[in-house]
């Protein structure tokens, strides 16, 4: 089943120009649009089907800087700024609170990891609070156990997926910009070398400027391009609950994590897990992905044919008068894996016992778009002027959306970029030396 998403209405006519097309009304999308517009850009965001439909609306709704790979962490540190600056301008509510995230264990070796994670923040000026057993097992009285330690980041937060990247988008269009559902971009055209336009299933948009956004289709839709960005999907599941008191409002350990929600219920994951759906794409850029794989494959099995079926990682290439794949899958909504769902909400009512008298909500999956060092794409793409890239995100997506886009915009705009842009372009993809895994 679709995750649960506010739906909105947007705008029915597409504008013929604009300063900037954005590709994809995730929440990276819809951001990069919001601070755009906020700068007097005449910005145009286009989404195939809904906004906020795919992982943007089927993540864990965590807003952290704790674990961050050291990469991340300055976009996640100006992104928990933003979240509460959007919430503050725009009066909107997307379920923004800095409730602090609790991480449990009684595993040494993983706490730690999670000092040694404390002390690097420190330098950065981040705070964190290891807990000793006592302190753990005091603030995991929900959990009914003891606890050799554990940590704690008291401005971290969450904000309910449900709600977000379509609230982001009414205040786009608050502002005068256009946002558009149901209007895939199937290509662009060039003038000279750069960039000239964007062609949508509904005509052409002439700018100087895109972005792509586009999560799990970002790959082959540059192949269409010329361009090689190397990207793997994989299919993560999620299982809600009705509400129950007591529980920590964000909470992790190595066998679940729980997040509230806006309904009062909870969503229900395991950290890492997912299903790996074989694909010509993912049999491509294989070699560049196997260390990754290979430091992560007690979590990661193979899966089965959703992602074939899915056409987001194909390796065809389409024409710009017919419909693409895009059309053909206005949102992907893959199926979640049903031996996890029984295992994570087993899990689940045994760390918590006050969830035995819940009831299972929904559940769902969403495919999670990943490159080889599991930090983001992004950057404008060097053989063609005009096109930046803002994909990749690796399951980090949602949490560090506002300073993602905002980086855009500042690429876009020529402004100071709010954090440096370097570790971030997409242009070390191209060498033989992929850097090191992210290891949060």
Not at 413 to 423: C, F, H, I, Y
């Amino acid at each position: 089943m679709p995750a649960p998403l506010t739906q909105i209405e947007t705008t029915p006519d597409l504008p013929r120009t604009a300063d900037v097309v954005i590709i994809g009304g995730g929440i990276i999308g819809v951001f990069a649009a919001y601070f755009l517009t906020k700068r007097g850009l005449k910005t145009v965001l286009l989404e195939k089907g809904q906004i906020g439909a795919e992982q943007s609306s089927r993540n864990w709704g965590w807003c952290r800087q704790q674990n961050r790979d050291a990469r991340e962490l300055p976009i996640a540190t100006k992104s928990l700024d933003l979240w509460e600056q959007f919430v503050a301008q725009t009066g909107e509510d997307i379920g923004f609170r800095r409730c602090g995230l609790l991480y449990l264990s009684n595993n040494d070796a993983e706490i730690a990891g999670w000092a040694r994670w404390r002390d690097f923040a420190r330098t950065v000026g981040v705070t964190t609070h290891m807990l000793s057993a006592a302190e753990a097992t005091e603030k995991a009285r929900a959990t009914g156990k003891s606890w050799k330690g554990g940590v704690f980041s008291p401005t971290d937060g969450i904000a309910d997926p449900s709600k977000a990247a379509p609230a982001v988008a009414r205040a786009i269009m608050k502002m005068g910009g256009t946002v558009m559902q149901n209007c895939a971009a199937r290509g662009i055209e060039t003038e000279g070398g750069r960039l000239s336009a964007v062609v949508t299933e509904k005509g052409v948009i002439r700018a100087k400027t895109a972005v792509l956004s586009g999560g799990a289709w970002t790959s082959s839709f540059c192949r269409q391009l010329g361009i090689r960005f190397p990207q793997a999907t994989i299919r993560s599941s999620i299982v809600a609950v009705s509400g129950a008191e007591g529980i920590p409002p964000a909470l992790h350990t190595s066998a679940v994590s729980l997040t509230s929600r806006s309904n009062n219920g909870y969503t229900i994951a395991i950290s890492g897990r997912a299903k790996v759906d074989i694909t010509p794409q993912q049999m491509r850029f294989a070699p560049q992905f196997l260390p990754m794989f290979a430091k992560r494959w007690r979590l990661l099995s193979p899966g089965g044919l959703e992602g074939v079926r899915s056409g987001h990682e194909s390796l065809t290439r389409w024409r710009l008068d017919r419909p693409t794949p895009m059309e053909r899958m206005r949102i992907l909504d893959p199926a979640p894996d049903a031996v996890t769902v029984k295992l994570m909400h087993r899990r689940a009512l045994e760390l918590i016992p006050a969830l035995r008298s819940t009831k299972i909500t929904g559940t769902w999956a969403g495919y999670i778009d990943s490159t080889p060092d599991g930090v983001p794409g992004i950057g404008e793409v060097e053989s063609l002027p005009g096109f930046i890239l803002a994909a990749g995100f690796s399951g980090h997506g949602f949490g560090i959306g506002p300073g993602a886009g905002h980086l855009v915009a500042d690429i876009v705009s020529g402004a100071e970029p709010l954090v440096d842009p370097r570790p971030y372009h997409p242009l070390r993809f191209q060498s033989s030396t992929w850097g090191k895994v992210a290891d949060f």
